[in-house]
């Protein structure tokens, strides 16, 4: 089955940092989605991209989040300057259609210190 | 705006029992469900969704959820479980015409020998 791959796997960064997220989607794919989980809670939305620009976000994707697809195969998600509450499990998803089946990445531990 | 509530937060059950994880929502609009699961240090994969018609969901793996309108519930069941069962399940939501997709906070289902 094909799948999303999510580099790197762990990445540990100091606050006030900025990091890049990576993922790579399946080729055929339109949608593109970001998640994230705080440890212990629950999967949260932060933002979907369709058609080179962000369909949607929600309230935790703020001006210090942005997202890009710059080379038509990878979708990235940085931040700008971290926060020690940014330390979470970010998943990337893609789907071809539109509510179609989301596949998930592994996601990146990303933990800020 | 939604909201989704998974009642149990741990379900531990026999191998080869049956089971059944409970999923409420509100909306205020009509929405699209989802199950995800997520085994251990992986990433979410879509089990099921309801988008229209039977109310009756199969999904992989064997399970299936039945949707239902008036009581806003979307449980998952499968007939028979097997130890490889064992992860994290997630209901979701996503309203229609909409990208943002809410998460439950999950139901951890352990199966024993």
């Known amino acids: 089955e094909p799948e999303v791959t999510q580099t790197p796997s762990h990445q540990v960064t100091q606050m006030g940092q900025e990091v890049i997220l990576r993922c790579v989607p399946i080729s055929n794919h339109l949608y593109f989605y970001w998640y994230r989980q705080i440890l212990g809670q629950k999967v949260e939305f932060l933002v979907s991209f369709y058609n080179n620009e962000i369909s949607e976000k929600s309230e935790i994707f703020d001006d210090q989040f942005s997202v890009e697809r710059p080379d038509g195969s990878n979708f990235t998600l940085k931040i700008r300057s971290t926060k020690l509450e940014d330390s979470a499990m970010y998943f990337c998803?893609?789907?071809?259609?539109?509510?179609?089946?989301?596949?998930f990445g592994q996601g990146t531990r990303l933990t800020v210190v | 705006a939604q909201s989704v509530t998974q009642l149990d937060s741990q379900v531990p059950v026999f191998e080869e029992a049956p089971v059944e994880l409970r999923c409420n929502y509100s909306?205020?609009?009509?929405?699209?469900l989802f199950w995800y699961v997520q085994y251990p240090n992986q990433g979410l994969q879509l089990l099921l969704k309801y988008l229209s018609g039977s109310t009756l969901v199969k999904g992989i793996n064997g399970f299936e959820a039945e949707f239902n309108k008036s009581q806003t519930s979307f449980h998952l069941r499968k007939p028979s479980v097997h130890i490889s069962d064992t992860a994290e399940y997630f209901c979701?939501?996503?309203?229609?015409?909409?990208?943002?997709?809410?998460f439950g906070a999950g139901t951890r289902l352990f199966v024993k020998a």
């Open positions: 998803a893609s789907s071809e259609e539109w509510q179609g089946k989301a596949f």
């Open positions: 979701a939501v996503t309203p229609v015409g909409g990208f943002k997709t809410i």
């Open positions: 909306s205020s609009v009509s929405v699209y």
